[in-house]
Nanobody, 124 residues
Framework: QVQLVESGGRLVQAGGSLRLSCAAS????????MGWFRQAPGKEREFVSV????????YYADSVKGRFTISRDNAKNTVSLQMNSLEPEDTAIYYC?????????????????WGQGTQVTVSS
C-alpha cells in the first residue's frame, strides 16, 4: 500500500504560480511512477504530468506544457508540480497518483494509488 497526501492548492490570480506537493508513505517510493491528474467540475479526470522512477523522464499534457514542471525527491518521498502562468482553465482538483507503468500518454487505470486531491482555483 502507498498513501499519498497532496498539499499546496489555494486560490490564485491568473498569471500567478503555485507549487503542489505530494507526500508518499508506505512502500518504496522510488519503485513507482508518479503522476498528476486534475478534475474540473463536470469534467472527467485528465492527465497533467508524469515522471518516471528516477526523475529522468517526464511527460506533460499539451495544455500545460511549458508552464508546469514535475519533479520528485526520492530521498524525501515527495513529488511536486510547479505551476506557472496559471489560467482560469487550470481550476480543478489536482490529484497525485502512483503506478508502475511509464508511458505517454499515461493511462489512468494504470495508477494504483491516489491521493484525496487539493483544490486549485485560478481567478480571472
Amino acid at each position: 500500500q502507498v498513501q499519498l497526501v497532496e498539499s499546496g492548492g489555494r486560490l490564485v490570480q491568473a498569471g500567478g504560480s503555485l507549487r503542489l506537493s505530494c507526500a508518499a508513505s508506505g512502500r518504496t517510493f522510488s519503485g513507482y511512477v508518479m503522476g498528476w491528474f486534475r478534475q474540473a467540475p463536470g469534467k472527467e479526470r485528465e492527465f497533467v504530468s508524469v515522471i518516471n522512477w528516477s526523475g529522468s523522464r517526464t511527460y506533460y499534457a499539451d495544455s500545460v506544457k511549458g508552464r508546469f514542471t514535475i519533479s520528485r525527491d526520492n530521498a524525501k518521498n515527495t513529488v511536486s508540480l510547479q505551476m506557472n502562468s496559471l489560467e482560469p482553465e487550470d481550476t480543478a482538483i489536482y490529484y497525485c497518483a502512483a503506478g508502475l507503468v511509464f508511458r505517454n500518454p499515461p493511462r489512468r487505470d494504470e495508477f494504483d494509488y491516489w491521493g484525496q486531491g487539493t483544490q486549485v482555483t485560478v481567478s480571472s
